[in-house]
């Protein structure tokens, strides 16, 4: 039970600290003064959206509540799409 919580709470501090990064990488590529930088921090945005998105949609799932997760699955998988064009566009420049 001990290893259980730990590895929880371990989870819980590593998704926070990866959520932080993308949100503060987010602000920095955007508020900066190259323009093009902007389409790489609407990305990152767009990433931590995604997956705020789907840990909250798997959050609700084990809780029961069925509607609201595949409310919040859907919009994750909408998220994603927007997530893989955006860094297509960006990688490749089509």
């Known amino acids: 039970m001990k290893e259980n919580h730990q590895g929880k709470k371990l989870r819980k501090i590593v998704m926070g600290l990866i959520n932080a990064a993308?949100?503060?990488?987010?602000?920095?590529?955007?508020?900066?003064?190259?323009?093009?930088?902007?389409?790489?921090?609407?990305?990152?945005?767009?990433t931590?959206?995604?997956?705020?998105?789907?840990?909250?949609?798997?959050?609700?799932?084990?809780?029961?509540?069925?509607?609201l997760a595949m409310l919040n699955i859907g919009l994750s998988l909408i998220a994603g799409i927007a997530v893989a064009a955006t860094w297509i566009t960006y990688f490749f420049g089509i």
């Open 22 to 46: 993308l949100f503060i990488g987010a602000i920095q590529f955007l508020f900066d003064s190259d323009p093009f930088n902007d389409y790489i921090g609407w990305g990152f945005l767009l």
């Open 48 to 67: 931590f959206w995604f997956i705020r998105l789907l840990l909250t949609g798997l959050k609700n799932i084990a809780d029961g509540q069925k509607n």
